[in-house]
């Protein structure tokens, strides 16, 4: 922030120079099924919201939000706008979180390893008030950069970045009592240490405008994705859109499918280590050009274990049908753990479904082939043994057999060298 300085001025955004996308193209937040042109905020390139912030770009989209790059006009720095469908509980829910741990970010370092929010404030659509959040701008996504190493990360830098995942998921869970509930790739992003990516953005985005759809007097943008940076901050946990506080267990359907952990599809009452369970079920991979090598070396966070360390996902089956998906997701956990202890399923209202009293499982779906020793291909001896001791530390059935981000933080696997 610079003070003492006069606004700057505003950019005229071009006029022309862009792609019109056709009607017979889906473009970004079109694709999905509840999209209306009256359903995302209305923002568009070169706006001034708050009379201060310009929209200088779009940087993605999402279920239910849009995020923008924005000038802060007033203070001379860049900005993220997170602006929502109008009147969604995630609105609400992110606000009330983020309040939430404001309280505790200059008590504890982990917090400045989980996103805060600088400011909020509504713009008024078609159907209501969208609320929208301002953030400080990050970089790239774990999911992007996963993808810039051909589907896995580099396991010299695992430990360094699993380590401060661990940081951070001790303070939301240790002190501020939070439970994310929603950690994969798109929900942890680069921070910055300069704004030379930022400026290229800007730049790029005058010199070549972004393409564009337009549905009566709302515009659908491409998103423009931001360039590596030649040096990188930290990773930060976002979006607790989903997040939940102030109880010790609670009820009800939450996390993506594909990494539900087995008190949420066994209808049992779930707490923090639903987060735990995410961690082990990802990892990431050996082979990636030097430089991102570099940049990951910086990182101080990073993404559930298996899916990055291994490059494929542990757990794929995700069927039309619920019921036949979460009996697939189960016989997995199963192929992989062995069969849930009985007094785990006496606590679910969904297990006499999948499993008899005795354990055994009773849903038509064939258990697969495959332990977990099995399905780990990247390394091989005492290394291979100590990383699979590991993730068994937070693949349990129950959760209370699961470690704590804080045990964890002490396992021998940080010790072992390459």
Request: aromatic share 8%; glycine share 8%.
């Amino acid at each position: 922030m610079e003070k003492g300085r006069a606004p700057s001025p505003a950019r005229q955004p071009p006029t022309s120079g862009f792609e019109i996308v056709g009607e017979e193209v889906l473009l970004e937040e079109q694709s999905f099924s509840w999209y209306t042109s009256d359903t995302f905020c209305p923002v568009n390139i070169g706006d001034i919201l708050q009379s201060k912030y310009q929209v200088i770009g779009k940087l993605g989209y999402g279920s239910v939000s849009t995020a923008w790059l924005c000038r802060d006009l007033i203070n001379h720095e860049d900005v993220t706008l997170k602006a929502y469908v109008s009147a969604h509980r995630q609105a609400r829910n992110e606000f009330n979180v983020m309040n939430h741990i404001s309280h505790w970010s200059k008590r504890k370092s982990g917090s400045i390893l989980v996103r805060t929010m600088r400011e909020t404030f509504q713009v008024l659509g078609k159907k209501g008030p969208h609320q929208c959040l301002i953030h400080d701008p990050l970089g790239l996504t774990a999911s992007q950069i996963q993808e810039m190493f051909g589907g896995k990360i580099p396991g010299s830098m695992l430990k360094a970045m699993v380590h401060y995942l661990l940081l951070a998921l001790e303070f939301l869970h240790a002190e501020a009592h939070v439970v994310h509930t929603d950690i994969q790739g798109g929900n942890l992003m680069l921070g910055l240490k300069n704004d030379s990516v930022l400026r290229d953005f800007e730049d790029e985005e005058w010199e070549e405008p972004s393409a564009r759809k337009f549905d009566g007097d709302y515009v659908i943008y491409a998103s423009r994705e931001l360039d590596i940076p030649d040096d990188t901050g930290p990773l930060i946990l976002c979006d607790s859109g989903d997040a939940h506080y102030g109880e010790n267990e609670y009820v009800g359907e939450v996390m993506p499918d594909l990494y539900r952990a087995p008190e949420i599809v066994l209808g049992i009452p779930w707490n923090e280590k639903i987060d735990i369970w995410s961690v082990g079920v990802m990892a990431s991979h050996r082979s990636a050009s030097t430089r991102i090598a570099f940049l990951l070396a910086s990182l101080l966070i990073s993404i559930q274990i298996w899916d990055l360390f291994e490059g494929k996902r542990l757990f794929t089956e995700r069927l039309p049908n619920r019921e036949e998906s979460e009996a697939a997701h189960l016989a997995r956990m199963v192929a992989l753990l062995g069969p849930p202890p009985p007094d785990l399923l006496k606590r679910g209202s969904k297990s006499g479904r999948y499993f008899d009293d005795r354990g055994n499982f009773i849903a038509k779906t064939k258990i697969p082939m495959g332990s977990l020793e099995d399905e780990e291909e990247n390394l091989g001896g005492e290394n291979r043994a100590i990383f699979i001791r590991f993730l068994r530390k937070m693949l349990q059935w129950r959760p209370e057999d699961r470690k704590t981000a804080r045990e964890l933080l002490q396992d021998p696997w940080f010790k072992q060298p390459e």
